[in-house]
T-cell receptor, first 119, second 113 residues
Framework: GAVVSQHPSWVICKSGTSVKIECRSL??????MFWYRQFPKQSLMLMAT?????????EQGVEKDKFLINHASLTLSTLTVTSAHPEDSSFYIC???????????????FGSGTRLTVV | AQKITQTQPGMFVQEKEAVTLDCTYD???????LFWYKQPSSGEMIFLIY??????QNATEGRYSLNFQKARKSANLVISASQLGDSAMYFC??????????FGAGTILRVKS
């Protein structure tokens, strides 16, 4: 089945530093990647949508310069949290979707998530 | 705009009994898909079941079934014969074809022994 590998699974960083989170589709080509943020006991909030080779589309209220998303290949997307602060501490999770036709049934394959703690 | 509503913040169910988790949605599109995901404390998102807007039959996957009432715009998840391992957060989500997945607020389910 479709597998998305997300790394790291958890990370602690100092305030003011940057953190990169990777999301790889292992056995399929992900034409679209979605990045979500989740606070404890809350829903997944979409941050941005990225299509391979083009700029990410950010949701309203998400700072583009703070959350840099790169989708340079069909199997890799990265989220970089720049100049992280304690309020950026959260659970970040990616989701990859295959392309082609009415691909909805192929579903959205999620990574295992990254728990970011900024101290 | 798409919107998913889950009105039950938390639910309790006795082991081996059935439970229904509510989900209503709002969209002006005719083509859309409805999903249910389970999120245990580990954080991973586990796909449970899918219903397409044009599917006439309710979807079923093992102990999971989706009670799809299109006119009422509801897509309730029914879990039969609950198990302790079913304790988790459950999310209803919707997507228009090829577009982003929008999630409801979620329902925390606790199965009692």
């Amino acid at each position: 089945g479709a597998v998305v590998s997300q790394h790291p699974s958890w990370v602690i960083c100092k305030s003011g530093t940057s953190v990169k989170i990777e999301c790889r589709s292992l056995d399929f080509q992900a034409t679209t990647m979605f990045w979500y943020r989740q606070f404890p006991k809350q829903s997944l909030m979409l941050m941005a949508t990225s299509n391979e080779g083009s700029k990410a589309t950010y949701e309203q209220g998400v700072e583009k310069d703070k959350f840099l998303i790169n989708h340079a290949s069909l199997t890799l997307s990265t989220l970089t949290v720049t100049s992280a602060h304690p309020e950026d501490s959260s659970f970040y999770i990616c989701s990859a979707r295959r392309g082609g036709g009415t691909a909805l049934l192929y579903g959205y394959t999620f990574g295992s998530g990254t728990r970011l703690t900024v101290v | 705009a798409q919107k998913i509503t889950q009105t039950q913040p938390g639910m309790f169910v006795q082991e081996k009994e059935a439970v229904t988790l509510d989900c209503t949605y709002d969209t002006s599109d005719q083509s859309y898909g409805l999903f249910w995901y389970k999120q245990p404390s580990s954080g991973e998102m586990i796909f449970l079941i899918y219903q397409g807007s044009y599917d006439e039959q309710n979807a079923t996957e093992g102990r999971y079934s989706l009670n799809f009432q299109k006119a009422r715009k509801s897509a309730n998840l029914v879990i039969s014969a609950s198990q302790l391992g079913d304790s988790a957060m459950y999310f209803c989500a919707m997507s228009q074809y090829g577009n982003k997945l929008v999630f409801g607020a979620g329902t925390i389910l606790r199965v009692k022994s």
